[in-house]
């Protein structure tokens, strides 16, 4: 059974740093999605089952950082830097069984598997 535990997240002023990590039960290919009141859920980024390739909405690039601290370790970590008034959301790590090792998916019907999400609130 696939199992994601988040946690991080939190409150920050507009300009600063959070991280989110979540610990799979296994190896996946993995996504961050979020979803802000009255929006869809949208796709942050994602990383590849294994090599480690990483795609990031435009609306995060250069600012969050997807990575797993060791190709060994099946957690990962979103690095949130520079942050916004509108990234505050609910943060959701995602899985995918999949047999690529560097395919990376970007929608929400490509995952089967979610977190239980967390709070990510950017203050002015």
């Known amino acids: 059974q696939v199992q994601l535990v988040e946690s991080g997240g939190g409150l920050v002023q507009a300009g600063g740093s959070l991280s989110v990590s979540c610990e799979a039960s296994?190896?996946?290919?993995m996504g961050w999605f979020r979803q802000a009141p009255q929006k869809e859920r949208e796709f942050v980024a994602g990383?590849?089952?294994?090599?480690?390739?990483?795609?990031y909405a435009d609306s995060v690039k250069g600012r969050f950082t997807f990575f797993r601290d060791n190709e060994a370790n099946n957690t990962v970590f979103l690095q949130m830097n520079s942050l916004k008034p509108e990234d505050t959301a609910i943060y959701y790590c995602?899985?995918?069984?999949?047999?690529?090792?560097?395919?990376?998916?970007?929608?929400?019907?490509?995952?089967?598997?979610w977190g239980q999400g967390t709070q990510v609130t950017v203050s002015v």
């Open positions: 296994g190896r996946y290919a």
């Open positions: 990383m590849s089952k294994f090599n480690g390739r990483t795609y």
């Open positions: 995602a899985a995918t069984k999949t047999e690529s090792w560097s395919g990376i998916y970007t929608n929400v019907q490509d995952y089967a598997y």
